[in-house]
C-alpha cells in the first residue's frame, strides 16, 4: 500500500491508502472543513523528520519533548493552555514554551 503526503488549508497528514481518491477520502473523514491543496504519492514506504530541524540537538531537549506532550495531553490539545503549562512546569520564557509546544504538535502528538 502506498504512502501519500496530503497537504490540506491547516494540516499535512502521512497515511497509506490503496490509491488517491483513498488518500482524498482518508483527509476528508480527518479533516472535514478543510480542502486539500496537494497530494503527493511518496517515493518510499517511510517517512523521515530530522530531529534537528525539530529543534531536538540532545538527550535533555528529547526530555523537555516529554513534558510538551504531557502538556498536550493535559490541555486536551488546546495549543493556548499547553503552553501555559509548559511555562509553568519548566520555567522558560513564552517563545521557548511556544517553540516546544509547536514542535512536539508537528511531530504529531
Known amino acids: 500500500m502506498p ?4 497537504e490540506t ?3 499535512i497528514i502521512i497515511t497509506w491508502a490503496d490509491n488517491e481518491a483513498a488518500a482524498q477520502v482518508i483527509a476528508a473523514e480527518a479533516y472535514p472543513g478543510e480542502d486539500v491543496k ?4 511518496r517515493p518510499r514506504n517511510s517517512w523521515v523528520i530530522s530531529k ?10 528529547a526530555n523537555i519533548c ?3 506532550r504531557d502538556c498536550l495531553q493535559r490541555s486536551s490539545g488546546d ?11 519548566t520555567g522558560t520564557d513564552l517563545d521557548r514554551a ?3 509546544i509547536e514542535t512536539n504538535m508537528l511531530m504529531g502528538w
Open 3 to 6: 504512502l501519500f503526503e496530503i
Open 9 to 11: 488549508d491547516g494540516h
Open 38 to 41: 496537494r497530494l503527493t504519492k
Open 52 to 61: 534537528a530541524v525539530l529543534g531536538i540537538k540532545n538527550e535533555t531537549d
Open 66 to 68: 516529554g513534558v510538551a
Open 79 to 89: 495549543k493556548v493552555h499547553a503552553i501555559r503549562l509548559y511555562m509553568r512546569e
Open 98 to 100: 511556544r517553540i516546544a
